[in-house]
């Protein structure tokens, strides 16, 4: 097992004189705390002791409700029966492991990929086979690639893994032409995909995309979301949709781990919704996120050296930015903390060592006037990591290309590392000789 690298910088986010643009947080604040303390009233009025109580495995019938409501936003048609409430939607990605991998199995998912799945992949020792990105997400034509070189050494993959709306990390979207590609391939090959989609109601531009699932009809796609980034990512509630052998197993699976979601929590997402029109609540977020997305976005063009690139996300809430190949952002991390601001480094979206010299940033968690000095200070240390080189080197440095048809800010390949020609010469000094006696 590995830690995961948004935890470990988690801690940071309660303290006042750190500005976090690491974690995936929505701005919590912004849901009113009159609101909060009238569904508390009602549901300790209406349901105090049934919210006190455990829940079905599978949830609550008047949270699937909800969900089916939430997904019928998106395009969807759920059915109840196929939907399992879940502790959030990492409990997801780990049900899916535990259900189907077994040590040495392979998953297959884009490079980069959501940190948050790499510990879960990693702790059930899984074989993870990443594929590369560009502007318009994962590159299927490589995807099939890949899976005709696994199937040629005798390995076939036990899901596909993609988050194809605002990708986390690289903010990127997959085109409507891929995700129709995708599903062919998984109907023609059968295999599984696991959707995972948090972020699609949450969006600032373009017209919405028809999910996977609603592509595939439910055959081969396993469905994942989450009420976080919509409500509350406090109360802990996600769900799947899968098919119905699947479903069954990802039960079992989480009667081991949990016994059932929060009963309290799923009274509570109930109560919300029957309050009134959801759907205003998430148009609020959308306006203040995308305020805050552009706000970031100027002061990466302000702050950052002309080295840098960057994604420009239609929505979600990150930011994915790449540095020149010498700068280490693991190694910079260290440093902007000691100026009091945090992000994700990109090794944290690899299990192969890339991602060196690439971040992931966050908008949504903090106000516009922290985003402009977070960036401020993370862009004055990589400023001065860019001169340290060009000092060292004794040559202007040059701005990266964009590799492979990728976005500007996707890093994609294996990074080089610098020859020992290009750094400074070094002066060996002799030896220390030993005192005698």
């Not at 977020?285 to 994604?311: F, K």
Request: net charge negative; aromatic share 8%; proline share 7%.
């Amino acid at each position: 097992m590995k830690s995961s690298a948004m935890r470990d910088l988690m801690a940071l986010t309660e303290r006042e004189d750190v500005i976090s643009l690491a974690g995936g947080l929505p701005d919590t604040s912004t849901f009113p705390p009159d609101s909060y303390a009238s569904l508390m009233r009602t549901v300790a009025a209406d349901s105090c002791a049934r919210a006190l109580q455990y829940a079905p495995t599978e949830g609550l019938a008047l949270v699937k409700r909800c969900i089916v409501d939430v997904m019928h936003a998106e395009g969807m048609v759920a059915d109840p029966d196929e939907i399992l409430v879940t502790t959030g939607g990492q409990q997801v990605i780990d049900l899916m492991c535990k259900t189907l991998i077994d040590p040495g199995d392979v998953i297959v998912a884009e490079a980069p990929t959501y940190p948050g799945a790499v510990p879960t992949f990693c702790a059930y020792q899984a074989d993870v086979v990443q594929v590369r990105m560009d502007r318009d997400g994962m590159r299927v034509d490589e995807l099939e690639a890949t899976l005709d070189e696994l199937e040629r050494t005798g390995r076939r993959p036990k899901f596909i893994y993609t988050v194809p709306n605002f990708h986390n990390p690289a903010g990127v979207t997959l085109s409507l032409e891929r995700r129709r590609e995708l599903v062919r391939i998984a109907q023609e090959r059968e295999l599984l995909v696991l959707e995972d989609n948090p972020y699609g109601l949450l969006r600032y531009e373009a017209e919405p995309l028809p999910t996977l699932l609603s592509l595939d009809g439910g055959n081969y796609v396993v469905y994942a979301s989450t009420f976080s980034k919509i409500l509350s990512p406090g109360m802990r509630l996600g769900w799947t949709v899968a098919p119905r052998p699947v479903l069954e197993k990802m039960n079992i699976g989480k009667q081991s781990s949990d016994l059932c979601s929060s009963s309290l929590s799923q009274y509570f997402v109930a109560a919300y919704f029957e309050s009134g029109p959801w759907h205003e609540y998430v148009r609020s977020l959308i306006e203040i996120y995308r305020r805050r997305r552009d706000v970031m976005l100027d002061a990466l063009a302000e702050h950052y050296p002309r080295e840098a690139e960057w994604t420009h996300p239609q929505g979600g809430l990150f930011i994915w930015a790449t540095l020149p190949d010498y700068i280490d952002t693991t190694d910079l991390l260290a440093r902007t903390l000691e100026e009091r601001v945090a992000f994700v480094p990109g090794r944290a979206a690899y299990v192969d060592g890339r991602g060196g010299s690439s971040m992931r940033l966050n908008f949504s968690g903090v106000g516009e006037n922290d985003i402009r000095e977070g960036i401020r200070r993370i862009g004055e240390v990589v400023r001065e990591q860019v001169a340290l080189y060009g000092t060292l080197t004794g040559a202007a440095p040059v701005r990266g290309s964009t590799r492979g048809g990728q976005p500007p800010g996707l890093d994609s390949e294996p990074r080089t590392p610098v020859p020992d020609s290009e750094l400074a010469k070094i002066l060996r000094l002799p030896a220390k000789r030993k005192r005698a006696g």
